[in-house]
C-alpha cells in the first residue's frame, strides 16, 4: 500500500453471536470524526438500553493516529484491547467497532472474554468491504487568464479532481490531489505561470 494511502470500511454492517449463552452483537461503522463516533454509540446505546456492556474502539487518521478501546465495565483489557487489536491487524482507520453483550449468565473468564471479544470484531470486520482511499491535498491555484491553455494542459495531464473554478481576468481553480503526486502538480502549475495557495 502506498505511502499516501489507507484502508477504511465502505459502508456500516452488522454481525452477530454466542459465546456460552452470552450474545455478542457487533457493529461496525466507518467514521470521519469523533462528534461520529458520539453519535453512532448513542444511539446504539438507546437501541440496546438493556445491554451488559457496549465495548469499542475507534480509528481516526490516514495513520490512525488517533485512536481509543473501551471496556466499558468489562475486567480491564478483556474487550476494548481486542476490538482496537482486530483494527490494528487489519490496518483499518477511520473507523469504530462497537460489541454489544448481553450477559448469559456465565461467566466467560479472562481468557474466554478476550477470545469473544477479539472474534466477534474479527467477524464484524471481515463481513464488511474494506477500501484503500488516498491522502489528498487541497490546491488552490490562480492565474491570469493568458496562462488558461498552459494550466489546462497540467490539469489534463496529472488530472487532479476539480473542486470548484471561477474564470475572469483573474482565474482560480480548486483542486484535489493525491498527496504523492501534489508537489509534482503544483510545480507544473508554476511553470505554467500559475500561483499557488494550499
Known sequence: MAEDSYLTIEAAVETACRERSSKFLSYIYPVRTEEEIREALEALRKRYFDATHHCYAWRLGPKGEHYRANDDGEPSG????????????????????????????????????IAAYKESAQQVIEAAK????????????????????????VIKEEQPRIRGQEFDNLCTMHLTMREGRADILIEKLKKAGGSIAE
Open 78 to 113: 478483556t474487550a476494548g484491547k481486542p476490538i482496537l487489536g482486530q483494527l490494528l491487524s487489519h490496518n483499518l482507520t477511520d473507523c469504530l467497532v462497537v460489541v454489544v453483550r448481553y450477559f448469559g449468565g456465565t461467566k466467560l473468564g479472562v481468557p474466554g472474554l
Open 130 to 153: 474494506i477500501i484503500e482511499l488516498t491522502v489528498d491535498r487541497q490546491i488552490r491555484v490562480d492565474f491570469p487568464y493568458i496562462a488558461m491553455n498552459d494550466i489546462m494542459r
